[in-house]
């Protein structure tokens, strides 16, 4: 596990009181984070309370997992390595629960946990050691990619339809539950079908132009979107994967 100093790119001249800064909003989102080294949490407290959010904090994966669930954050930023309940599990079960979206922490130099964490549902990632105002920006990122705009909202595909207003899909009258990156994902693929999209159109669309991880990512969510939709992957009604390019949604047959 990493060291206090060695977990965010900062001087530690600063004093922590120094970064926080009264907040004028009343009704702001709720971050909660999750991490076992005291200097991570108030240090990540501190500037994303400089932004505007509304922190809490738990420093093991049994308290944050309680907070989570007590607590409905609009954002959970989650270690990966956590004493009495790891991240990993905190994440799996969280799922279980709600699609609330979670930018893991990690400390490992392999791809290993990053993207096992993605095939769990994290919504990104970012790895020890980070600047505080890239851990600021990718909570925002993440924020607006569930914030979607909803210009064109009411998309229709044969019987799956969705709802860009109530960010709601139903397939065949039954509402399907999507996290915040599958429906967006599904909401692109929507947009144009019949149109192949490359991997990294599909990231600039839903992840942002500014998002530096695998372009992996794009297929562990594919992948999820695909089970839930009950769509298979050699005989899809819905997503084609489109080999060595991406993946198109296929147009409705007459």
């Not at 790895?127 to 705009?149: C, I, Q, T």
């Amino acid at each position: 596990m990493l060291g206090c100093e060695s977990a965010f790119k900062l001087s530690m001249d600063v004093p922590i009181k120094a970064l926080h800064s009264p907040r004028i909003m009343t009704s702001v989102p709720l971050i909660l984070v999750i991490d076992d080294e005291l200097n991570v949490r108030e240090i990540a407290s501190a500037y994303l309370e400089r932004h505007g959010f509304e922190v809490r904090t738990a420093s093991n994966g049994l308290d944050g997992l309680r907070l989570a669930l007590e607590t409905n954050p609009a954002l959970v930023v989650l270690d990966i390595m956590l004493p009495i309940l790891d991240g990993l599990e905190v994440l799996k079960r969280l799922r279980l629960e709600r699609p609330t979206p979670v930018l893991l922490l990690s400390a490992r130099g392999d791809e290993f946990d990053r993207v096992l964490g993605l095939e769990l549902g994290a919504d990104d990632y970012l790895s020890k050691p980070f600047s505080p105002r890239e851990l600021v920006a990718r909570v925002k990122a993440v924020l607006r990619r569930g914030g979607m705009d909803s210009t064109g909202s009411l998309l229709q595909h044969g019987a799956l339809r969705l709802d860009g207003v109530t960010r709601s899909v139903t397939l065949e009258g039954h509402s399907i539950d999507l996290s915040a990156l599958e429906f967006d994902l599904l909401h692109a693929l929507l947009r144009s079908p019949g149109r192949v999209f490359k991997r990294d159109e599909l990231i600039a669309a839903v992840w942002g132009e500014d998002f530096s991880g695998v372009d992996r990512v794009v297929d562990v969510h594919v992948s999820h979107l695909r089970r839930k939709l009950g769509d298979d992957v050699d005989h899809p009604r819905f997503v084609a994967t489109v080999r060595g390019v991406g993946y198109r949604l296929l147009e409705v047959a007459l």
